[in-house]
């Protein structure tokens, strides 16, 4: 069983341009949720994806923007980078099964804006 | 907005000693989860407490759901060097599958 992919590892940009970040879900998950963890802090919900919608969306501007695939993969864009969307991006997928969703995260990509 | 309150925040103990972290809301979560992170790399899930007042073990881990759900910590019993790390807690929302995670403690076990 393949667990959740994310790539690229690490990426440098320049403040204004923009990014796509991809997640491949773990085999069997149909649901990716996506976080931001500053450094020093616990991740933060950015949006969740069920069936190729949106199925919820933390507290963060709509340059922040993603999709969901067929297969269940994921990306993130985001849009005229700020400084402070320096952070590792992680991408969690899940069964929607029971009563409760536990989420497996990848290893995260790194971005740094400078 | 649901928040979640992890305490401590930075834990050094010499190995062999116990510990509890603990995470303190306001609100109801329908489950709450725990989660290691090393550096550089994504959270693994260690558990997922579900009823309120259960106890599950994991080894020298032990985790406890407060009886209202809103509340839970994290006991390890004679620490090791391997348990260094970030720990964190993380609630799930009734709407949809959100998790909202508590800031973490940073746990350095020193042999």
């Known amino acids: 069983e393949t667990g959740v992919t994310q790539s690229p590892t690490h990426l440098i940009k320049t403040r204004g341009q923009q990014v796509t970040l991809r997640c491949s879900s773990q085999?069997?998950?149909?649901?990716v949720s996506w976080y931001q963890q500053a450094l020093g802090q616990g991740p933060q919900f950015i949006f969740q994806y069920y069936r190729e919608e949106e199925n919820g969306r933390g507290n963060f501007p709509p340059r922040f923007s993603g999709l969901q695939f067929p297969n269940y993969s994921s990306e993130l864009n985001v849009n005229a980078l700020e400084l402070d969307d320096s952070a590792l991006y992680l991408c969690a997928s899940s069964p929607v099964t029971g009563t409760y969703n536990e989420q497996f995260f990848g290893p995260g990509t790194r971005l740094t804006v400078l | 907005t649901q928040l979640l309150e992890q305490s401590p925040q930075f834990l050094s103990i010499q190995e062999g000693e116990n510990l509890t972290v603990y995470c303190n809301s306001s609100s109801v979560f329908s489950s709450l989860q725990w989660y290691r992170q090393e550096p550089g790399e994504g959270p693994v899930l260690l558990v997922t407490v579900v009823t309120g007042g259960e106890v599950k073990k994991l080894k020298r881990l032990t985790f406890q759901f407060g009886d209202a759900r809103k509340d839970s910590s994290l006991h390890i019993t004679a620490a090791q060097p391997g348990d260094t790390g970030l720990y964190l807690c993380?609630?799930?929302?009734?709407?949809?599958?959100?998790?909202?995670f508590g800031q973490g403690t940073i746990l350095t076990v020193h042999p």
């Open positions: 085999s069997g998950h149909n649901t």
């Open positions: 993380a609630g799930e929302g009734y709407s949809y599958g959100k998790l909202t």
